[in-house]
């Protein structure tokens, strides 16, 4: 996300606001992709536009208080929400400073959404609000509410919504009240602060619990979306409600891999997870009260607010207090219980119990997520260990080095690899990339190991074995393409199968080692894959293959093989494409042959090391993270 100038358009609209203008306003703008990440990347570059013009000391930006900002944040939140949910398409986000013009009393931050979908209609008219409203559900009744003036408009191929806010202070009957509270308010007021039910306060309007619960459940909802541990999904609710809207909260959650359950305190398969506290040495207290004497709920209890009793004075340090209970359900199914509590209050009020609804149901989203998350993660690594050898065969006269580093650690890759002795005196060794990733990749793996096996057992040879992998791979892609096109019969027509779930692509380095007195005998065949590397001791290296074509796209290709010695010292290099394809911006890990250059440097080395050298020296080339998986075998005749 960047800033980009946009002050030809932005000096366009000025005029046809104000013909005579007043020059070009302050104005930044960013385009965002249309994915779930969007609203939250849309506020923070908000947040710092504003922080950046208030540093600068753009004259407009003097009105710029924490609640224009926060007002800002939200609405923008909103927009972006909407054109993700409703238009899934990149978002053009415009923020600019206008100075006040003729007619207008004060400067103005405007704030422009764009979306490249205006066939869609923007959600519209206020209507009455249900719990089960989602977030992005309020539409155009928070900009209408926020904005002293907004608009829609519509180009070819662009629908624009426009928000205009006054940055000249804070308008008179808007500003929340102070209170007494036990914490220093430093720039107005959060929106948990603002909504919690504290003895001493003071009732603000409705219109700052209505802001504040949006932006609580708002912000909420970014640190709760995209983890992965169910355990953590309830630490965090933990620590969001306490101590803003709660004194302690308490979540059971159901145990998974005991299968369904009631899931709630006290009941089989039910864990108490987490126990948050405002004092931290009553913790493991409370955690014990309410392992010993777990509340009990109403076999009609919804996902709505449900008292429950308190839980023994030492548990609030003799006060009495008052506790609620929500069931966390998502999907038609009870993952767990919400309970919190807070001290010396007779009842929480209905605006924070509507609230706590609310954000159960994104706790309970949260923890479906985690756990299919973690469900696809276990499958993937069962898959991952049948996918692969249980352990590499010893070659005599042979070291031999791997290293393996899927994308997605947790799922299975579409690099793969094998060393096997394929009979008496002879060993064979196989690296090879699929096309594409995850259960498709699995696939075709699942089929090319197993038949190599298969045909190097049988006596093939190596240029055999290919073009026979090469027609295996074909007469598959073919029975699965009418299988899925049979599917497609059954089902009336609807739906079209898919290229990339026939496609049975396969680069491969195959090859066989056969140890004789004083060296090995190597045959080897390259099909679609990256050159193997021979490096001699003395520092020589050349390419010990000719490039041939992918399998499992052209019938009836033949394959060819080349055969060498190895020598002691002698060192061959393989290596799938996320090692020569290792990007760095614009430049490869092997351009202007870097691979060979790298393996060059290696003489002298050991398997072990020239395999952990090339592999560090292809981490270290990018400051990214690899966007591919990567694979290297090394042999080096001893």
């Known amino acids: 996300m960047g800033f980009f100038p946009m002050q030809g358009e932005a000096e366009f609209r000025a005029s046809a606001k104000d013909p005579e203008g007043s020059g070009p306003p302050a104005v930044v703008g960013t385009s965002l992709p249309g994915n779930p990440e969007t609203p939250a990347d849309a506020r923070q570059f908000v947040r710092t536009a504003l922080a950046d013009w208030s540093e600068l000391g753009v004259p407009a930006a003097a009105g710029l208080t924490a609640r224009v900002t926060d007002d800002a944040v939200l609405l923008v939140s909103e927009l972006v929400t909407n054109a993700v949910v ?8 415009l923020c600019r400073l206008d100075e006040a013009g003729p007619g207008e009393d004060t400067d103005a931050l405007v704030i422009e959404v764009s979306d490249h979908h205006p066939s869609r209609a923007v959600r519209g008219e206020p209507k009455p609000l249900s719990s089960g409203t989602p977030e992005y559900g309020r539409g155009l009744q928070l900009v209408a509410t926020l904005s002293e003036s907004w608009g829609i408009t519509y180009r070819t191929g662009t629908k624009t919504v426009w928000a205009r806010l006054p ?9 929340p009240e102070p209170y007494a509270s036990e914490q220093t308010l430093q720039r107005g007021l959060c929106a948990a602060e603002i909504l919690a039910p504290l003895p001493k306060r003071v009732t603000h309007d409705m219109e700052s619990v209505n802001r504040g619960a949006l932006s609580f459940l708002a912000e909420a909802s970014d640190l709760l979306a995209g983890q992965f541990d169910e355990d953590l999904v309830a630490a965090l609710a933990g620590q969001l409600l306490v101590p803003r809207l709660a004194d302690w909260c308490a979540v059971w959650l159901d145990d998974a891999s005991e299968g369904p359950s009631r899931a709630v305190p006290g009941a089989p398969g039910a864990r108490l997870a987490r126990v948050w506290h405002t004092s931290e040495h009553r913790m493991e207290e409370l955690r014990r009260v309410l392992e010993k004497d777990p509340p009990r709920l109403p076999e009609a209890a919804g996902s709505g607010a449900c008292p429950v009793p308190w839980p ?12 609620l209970a929500y069931r966390l359900t998502a999907g038609g199914r009870t993952l767990g219980t919400l309970l919190i509590g807070r001290i010396g209050l007779i009842r929480f009020p209905d605006e924070v119990t509507g609230l706590i609804e609310d954000f159960s149901r994104r706790v309970a989203l949260a923890v479906s997520t985690a756990r299919r998350y973690q469900r696809q993660a276990n499958i993937s690594q069962v898959l991952q260990r049948g996918l692969l050898p249980s352990k590499v065969a010893q070659i005599p006269g042979v070291q031999s080095a791997l290293v393996y580093e899927p ?16 009979g008496d005196g002879r060993w064979c060794f196989a690296l090879g990339d699929v096309q594409g990733k995850g259960p498709e990749a699995a696939v075709v793996i699942g089929l090319a190991r197993p038949w190599l096996r298969l045909l ?13 992998l090469n027609q295996l791979l074909l007469d598959d892609a073919t029975e699965a393409a009418d299988a899925a096109a049979a599917v497609v019969a059954v089902a009336g027509g609807r739906g079209v199968p898919s290229d990339g779930a026939t496609s049975r692509f396969l680069s491969l380095l195959y090859g066989e080692l056969i ?23 003395e520092g020589e290296v050349r390419a010990a293959a000719s490039p041939q074509m992918l399998l499992g796209v052209v019938d009836d290709e033949t394959y060819t093989s080349e055969s060498f010695d190895l020598r002691t010292g002698d060192t061959l290099l393989c290596v799938t494409d996320g090692v020569t394809e290792r990007r760095s911006g614009r430049l490869q890990f092997d351009d202007g042959d870097g691979l060979a250059q790298a393996f060059a440097d290696c003489a002298g080395l050991d398997a072990a090391l020239v395999a952990e050298r090339i592999r560090r020296l292809v981490h270290e080339f990018s400051e990214r993270p690899p966007d591919d998986d990567m694979a290297l075998l090394v042999l080096q005749a001893d």
């Open 86 to 93: 409703h238009a899934g398409t990149d978002v053009e986000l």
């Open 407 to 422: 994308r997605d650690k947790g799922g299975p890759g579409g690099d793969f690899y094998d060393v096997f002795q394929a």
């Open 456 to 468: 190097a057992r049988e006596g093939y040879q190596v240029a055999e074995v290919l073009d026979r």
């Open 515 to 537: 140890p004789y007195e004083g060296g090995v005998r190597c045959t080897i065949a390259c099909a679609g894959h990256p050159l193997p590397l021979l490096l001699s001791p």
């Open 167 to 175: 940055v000249e202070g804070v308008r008179a009957g808007h500003e």
């Open 312 to 323: 023994g004075d030492t548990s609030a340090g003799g006060m009495p207090g008052t506790a």
